[in-house]
């Protein structure tokens, strides 16, 4: 079975642009979770999103929004991007509701200059 | 709200040996899970071992091991046998049990050096 994938797997972006970036789960799974990591705040939970409805979300602005997709596929954007949302996004998938094991993709490096 | 502490921020284990490292959290729920996550520079979060709270075993996996206190709400990770490989940021991670919520709150890591 193929692993979580995330696309891009780096990214160069500029304050006050916007981003976009793209998970795909294992196949099979219905959950995926954003996290965003950074050396200053650690693993800090982003959003979840379930069978395409956002079923949790963590304590960051509303520049940070996700979707998902019929396929599972979860997309997630950051508007008006700001220094500090430089950090590594990775992103999660489990499977059924209440699975208890989560799979981690490699991460989607993101610099703001 | 829940809260996960690692108090290590580094360790240090010569190959072959024994190494343990500690977790603590604090939560009002009776029943989660708890993670041992691994980290290796390549970034890609790997699962180490997992350990349900409604289990008094302790949960083990090859090399690893790990020590849960509930009422302590202590979870120490003991990796035996030390291997290069097993050099990486170490992350202890709670998650509630509740069949709907999927939310992984992470300690701070630990970074484990492997020397010869």
């Known amino acids: 079975k193929a692993g979580v994938t995330q696309t891009p797997r780096y990214l160069i972006k500029t304050r006050g642009q916007q981003v976009t970036l793209s998970c795909s789960p294992i196949s099979g799974h219905r959950s995926v979770s954003w996290y965003q990591q950074t050396p200053g705040q650690g693993l800090q939970f982003l959003f979840e999103?379930?069978?395409?409805?956002?079923?949790n979300k963590g304590n960051f602005p509303g520049r940070f929004s996700g979707r998902q997709f019929s396929n599972s596929r979860s997309e997630m954007n950051v508007s008006t991007l700001e220094l500090g949302d430089s950090a590594l996004y990775l992103c999660a998938s489990s499977g059924l509701a209440g699975e208890n094991e989560q799979f981690f993709g490699p991460g989607t490096r993101l610099t703001v200059l | 709200a829940q809260t996960v502490t690692q108090s290590q921020p580094e360790m240090s284990v010569q190959e072959a040996e024994t190494v343990t490292l500690s977790c603590t959290y604090d939560t009002s729920e009776s029943d989660y899970y708890l993670f041992w996550y691994k980290q290796p520079p390549s970034r890609q979060m790997i699962l180490v071992i997992r350990q349900e709270a409604y289990k008094q075993q302790n949960a083990t996996e090859n090399r690893f091991s790990v020590n849960f206190q509930k009422a302590a709400k202590s979870f120490s990770l003991k990796i035996s046998d030390s291997q290069l490989g097993d050099a990486a940021m170490y992350f202890c991670?709670?998650?509630?049990?509740?069949?709907?919520?999927?939310?992984?709150?992470f300690g701070t890591g630990t970074r484990l050096q492997v020397t010869l």
């Open positions: 991670a709670y998650r509630p049990y509740t069949g709907t919520a999927s939310k992984l709150t």
């Open positions: 999103y379930f069978s395409e409805t956002q079923r």
